[in-house]
């Protein structure tokens, strides 16, 4: 049998400047700065801009990207109706992905086949400001509730903590956030960018591409896995249950959420940081068992499977401390990698080329003759 990468893994599909993943090392930075110093020194307004424009902004340019993300915090109103109308109990990543795709409707700009890049990052600017406002929109909604009134003096951060709550956050909780947005914000070739570059490549649309990358994160192998990673804790129950459940599975041959990474062979970069926010705010919450069952979590399967913990791991504790219900956990992902996604979009239409593998056929080789179909 002729060779070839199962899920393209090692596979180079194209050239970026955007995010640089060290699987070996366990290093990962945007356009050349390190995490560690981003989420030290930015603010994920500043990352977008990073991520959409290639360098870091003066005062001046984040003023005018923090400008114009708050000035898109408005949705069309038959996207308000729909997310009036839809299910209650829909997943919100489908009603997410759905929102997305609507809202290329409403946007004339958003035409096939004649990619114009000031024109697309104006709509990528756009897409980041709204998928929040969608978010909060439909879990507002669900319980029977108004969206609260606008804010415009909130980051982007503090605004959806605003907008889910009804409340202004503490500067705590939307500093927390601030870090994950940014943590999250982009990761070379993953499987949702990748879909987002495949769909823009054949020049599609920009919401097209970001709507085909809301599916594909959804999946419990990539963006899904931080719900999984809470509704396993809080399946398990208490820290005395660890050991047998982990056993239990491994046994099975089934996942452990949050664990294992294609890329990173060592821990993943972004683990530590959501694991100290997650220490902080468990013990200020009264409830350390959840990082204490996630910690003897990572230590077994450290040890008997060499795998470690993943990007989803801990941001599944941050976000349930931050109260934040825990089907809105992937949306918050969509959200913080929108800027990575249109980033990655950009870059595609400026060197484009169309993504078309090649797959080993393993079917009959025939020509086989049609047998009539009375007679099968
Ligand atoms: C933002 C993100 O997308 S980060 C990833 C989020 N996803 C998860 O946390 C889900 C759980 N993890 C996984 O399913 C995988 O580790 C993935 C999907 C992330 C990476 O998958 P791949 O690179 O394709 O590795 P693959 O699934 O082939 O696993 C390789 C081996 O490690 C094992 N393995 C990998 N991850 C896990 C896990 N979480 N739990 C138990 N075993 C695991 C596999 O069973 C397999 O073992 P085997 O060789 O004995 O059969
Ligand atoms: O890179 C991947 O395969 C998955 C991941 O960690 C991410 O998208 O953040």
Redesign the pocket.
């Known amino acids: 049998m002729t060779d070839y990468a199962k899920?393209l893994?090692g596979v180079i599909a194209n050239e970026s400047a955007l995010s640089n993943v060290e699987g070996a090392e366990g290093r990962l930075s945007y356009l050349g700065y390190s995490i560690e110093d981003l989420v030290e020194n930015c603010s994920y307004e500043e990352v977008v801009y990073l991520l959409h424009r290639g360098a870091l902004p003066t005062r001046a340019q984040l003023a005018e990207v923090e400008a114009s993300l708050r000035a898109e915090r408005s949705l069309p109103d038959g996207l308000i109706d729909f997310l009036k109308a839809a299910p209650k109990d829909a997943n919100p990543m489908d009603v997410t992905r759905t929102a997305v795709s609507m809202l290329g409707l409403y946007d004339k700009r958003a035409t096939i086949g004649t990619p114009d890049l000031e024109k697309d990052a104006a709509i990528a600017l756009s897409i980041c400001a709204k998928i929040p406002i969608i978010v909060a929109a439909f879990h507002r909604f669900r319980q029977g509730l108004e969206l609260p009134a606008i804010r415009t003096d909130l980051s982007e951060a503090g605004h959806f903590l605003y907008l889910i709550t009804g409340e202004t956050p503490t500067d705590v909780a939307t500093r927390t956030l601030d870090v994950a947005l940014t943590l999250h914000a982009d990761h070379g070739m993953?499987a949702s960018t990748f879909s987002a570059r495949v769909t823009v490549a054949t020049l599609s649309d920009m919401y097209s591409a970001i709507t085909s990358a809301i599916g594909t994160l959804k999946g419990?192998?990539?963006?899904g896995?931080n719900e999984g990673v809470i509704h396993m804790l809080q399946g398990i129950g208490e820290l005395s249950k660890v050991d047998d459940w982990v056993e239990d599975k491994l046994t099975r041959?089934e996942?452990?959420?949050?664990?294992?990474?294609?890329v990173y062979k060592v821990l993943d970069p972004r683990a530590p940081h959501l694991r100290k926010l997650a220490v902080q705010l468990t013990e200020e919450l009264g409830e350390p068992k959840w990082i204490q069952m996630s910690e003897r979590i990572a230590e077994i399967m450290r040890e008997r499977?060499g795998?470690n913990a993943?990007?989803?791991f801990y941001s599944a504790t941050v976000y349930y401390s931050l109260g934040i219900p825990t089907d809105l956990f992937t949306p918050i992902f969509a959200i913080a990698r929108a800027s990575g996604w249109t980033a990655q979009v950009l870059e595609q239409l400026r060197d484009n080329r169309l993504y078309r593998p090649l797959t080993l056929y393993t079917g009959e080789q025939g020509p086989l003759a049609i047998t009539p179909i009375d007679e099968r």
């Open positions: 899920g893994e993953n419990p192998l990539h963006g896995a041959k996942k452990i959420m949050g664990i294992g990474h294609r499977k795998l993943n990007v989803d």
